[in-house]
Each structure stands twice: as C-alpha cells, then as structure tokens.
C-alpha cells in the first residue's frame, strides 16, 4: 500500500528548475521509494553497497559516465568525492533541471559536501515519517488506525505492511542503525554504553538537555555524550530545540529540549506497544508534546531554531512551541489530556511579553472534536484530527 507525501509537489517543482535536488533523513523514511515512485524511467543506483560505493568514491567520473539519462544516487554520503565531479557536470549544461536526484541519511557530512561543492546548484529537502495528515489523507486507513501512530509512528513500512511485528521493526531498525551508521560517526567503545545512553533519551525527551547529568546515568563523560548526540541528530533520528531568545526583560534558559523526529521509536524505547501502555504510561505528557513537535516540522515550513522554538524563563513559566511564520507569532502549548483547566495554560502570561507583534494562540491536546475550536484567548485543535496548516492560515 502506497500513501502519498507531502513532499512530492515540493521536490517536482524543484526537478523542473534546478540541475539537482537532495533528499536526507533518517532512514527507513522512504526517500528511496518516493523516488523511484516519482520518477520510474530514472536511472537507480545505491551506494549502499560496498563495492559500489567503492567504485563512485575512486573513480567518480568514470562512475557517473554509465548514467546517460536522469539518476537517482542513494545514500550519496558514502562516496564524497561524488559531489565535485557532479559540480562539474552540472556547471557544464546548467540547464538540465533534475538530472540528478540524490538522497542521503547522514545530514551533516551531506551539508558540508554540498556547501562546498553544489552551493547555488541543488535543491534539499528533508522527508520525516509519515505524518498524521499523511495517513488521513490515505483513504485506506481508517480514522480509528490513526490513532495509533502516536506510539506506532510513522515509519512507511509500518503502515505499508499492517501485518509486521512492531516491536520487531523497531528492535531491527535500532541494531541496524547501530552497525551500519554509528560506526561512520563517532567511535564508540562500547555498544552497550551507547545503548543505555539511547535509552536515556528516550527518558528525557521534550525535556531540557543537560549534558552533565545524563553522563552521570550512562556512565561516560559530557564530551562522550555530547559527540553521541550529534550522532542521532546527524542521522535524523533526534532535534535539539532551542530557546526563544528575546530582550523581553527577563532570564531565559539557555538549554535546549531534545525530541525524537519519530514517536514510534521514542515508544519502542520506553517499552511502549500498545495504545493502552501509551495512555498509562508515566511518560503520556512527553510523548504527546514530541508528538506535537514532530506533527509541526512535517508539515509546515519550519526549521528548528530557525523560526521555531521554545520559551522557558528561569521561574520556570514555559511554552512549548513558539513559531514564527506568516508574519505572526505562534505560541503553542501541547497537553496530552482531552479538556484542560485553562489556569494551566501560560498564554495571559507569555503573550503581553510579544504586546508589540501580533500573536496567535493555539493549545494542541486529544480533543475529540471534529473541527479546531476558537475561543476568545486562544484555539483548540488535535493534530490527530485536525491539519496544522490551518493555524497558520
């Protein structure tokens, strides 16, 4: 079963009017499978194997002349010196829009080679897991199903293939990334350090990060921790948010919040498998403000730490989410329960500090209602149910 993505408009109007167009993320997301869907007659090769992967990286040139016609090149990162025979092509018939459509699951390592080499010349987009707006799009799956993907998440395979154990996918999917992707990116001594060290993520996430106490609970130094979380966030598999910065007049944490790109995993690492262990578990709140998190960057045109962050002073008033698009500023607060005491909520409280913008306020919970709802201060809305894009609009 196939379901449509979000990205696919974005990446063909790229096709049309640039030489080359990038696609990262994590992988198991379906760059490969959106591709080849996209552009069946293209030339496909994948550096995934070694051998090819040898071949592109010692001889690029002789390695791209096999390909006459529009190409796919997966997992472009194991073959850099790719990327400066690829400027030369491009820069030779500049005019050629799409003539190769890379992908890639290593962000950093990808954006420092094109930086260097392809700047001006391609295209980049990230593809996520699937979305809930994705799967309600699908008239295949039913509104009840959509529910789950909260613990599920929004691995395609998943939803592709109903019939795969999750647990499974999941346990597969963190020993694949452990020795396939880790061992390109930092040197670890001990895979069970590592493990734990995941597992302590899990436990922290929507939280603030501190680097210090999470070496104490795994057992390594801060700078370890530190170079194992660029690793995750390399590979897509984390973000790290960081705080609203403003002279408003008063202290900020400096801090930033780590989430999890895919609530699936997350799930999987907290030892949650079903709807009912997600309602129950301790971890509810977190995993549903990830889940928020996760929901905004997949659908709107957002970059973390670019127009979207969050707000916490150091008396420890918060918002979630603050997003800056469309000329406004959106505040955004994520509460795991259906009907919430609006005393909880921080907007009268946060609000007046931005009184020279304008703002929207916008409370994202499990509410069970068909349509968003808009109350005097601020609206109601389940990105289970409701499209996220529409708060923008």
């Known amino acids: 079963m196939w379901i449509d993505r979000l990205l696919k408009n974005q990446v063909e109007q790229a096709c049309s009017s640039r030489p080359s167009v990038l696609i990262t993320g994590a992988r198991q997301t379906g760059k490969s499978s959106l591709l080849q869907r996209m552009f069946p007659d293209a030339n496909y090769v994948t550096l995934d194997r070694v051998v090819v992967a040898a071949e592109a990286e010692e001889n690029p040139g002789r390695f791209l002349d096999k390909f006459q016609k529009q190409t796919i090149i997966d997992e472009v990162q194991y073959a850099p010196s790719l990327f ?6 491009i820069d030779e018939n ?3 829009y799409g003539r190769w459509i890379l992908t890639g699951s290593q962000q950093m390592q990808l954006m420092k080679e094109v930086s260097e080499s392809l700047a001006g010349r391609i295209g980049i987009f990230q593809l996520e897991t699937l979305s809930a707006k994705e799967l309600r799009n699908s008239a295949k799956i039913s509104n009840l199903a959509i529910i789950d993907c909260v613990w599920q998440g929004g691995y395609p395979e998943l939803w592709a293939n109903r019939d795969i154990n999750i647990e499974s996918f999941y346990a597969d999917y963190v020993q694949t990334y452990l020795d396939r992707d880790l061992k390109s990116l930092v040197k670890v001594s001990s895979l069970r350090d590592f493990q734990r060290f995941v597992q302590v993520c899990a436990t922290r996430c929507s939280q603030l990060l501190n680097y210090t106490d999470m070496a104490k609970d795994v057992g390594v130094s801060a700078g370890t921790i530190k170079s194992w979380m660029g690793a995750l966030e390399t590979s897509g598999i ?10 408003i007049g008063k202290r900020l944490v400096k801090a930033p919040k780590l989430f999890f790109a895919d609530t699936g995993l997350l799930c999987h690492l ?3 498998n079903s709807q009912h262990a997600y309602i129950k578990s301790p971890a509810l709140g977190h995993i549903w403000e990830n889940f928020v998190f996760s929901e905004i960057i997949k659908t ?3 970059k973390p730490g670019r127009n979207l962050f969050f707000y916490r002073d150091q008396n420890g ?4 989410f603050m997003l800056e698009l469309g000329g406004k500023l959106h505040l955004i607060e994520a509460k795991s329960s259906e009907r919430i005491d609006a005393r909880k909520l921080n907007f009268s409280k946060i609000a007046p500090l931005f009184n020279d913008r304008e703002t929207r306020c916008t409370l994202m919970c499990s509410s069970a209602e068909e349509t968003p709802i808009e109350l005097n201060e601020y609206a109601i809305m389940n990105p289970l149910r409701h ?3 529409d708060m923008v609009n």
Request: glycine share 0%; no cysteine.
């Open 84 to 89: 400066r025979e690829l400027k030369i092509r």
């Open 94 to 96: 500049r005019s050629d």
């Open 238 to 247: 984390i973000y790290l948010l960081p705080p609203f910065f403003a002279n």
């Open 270 to 272: 907290l030892n949650i």
């Open 300 to 302: 709107l045109p957002i």
């Open 317 to 320: 008033v918060e918002m979630d």
């Open 387 to 389: 499209n996220i894009v």
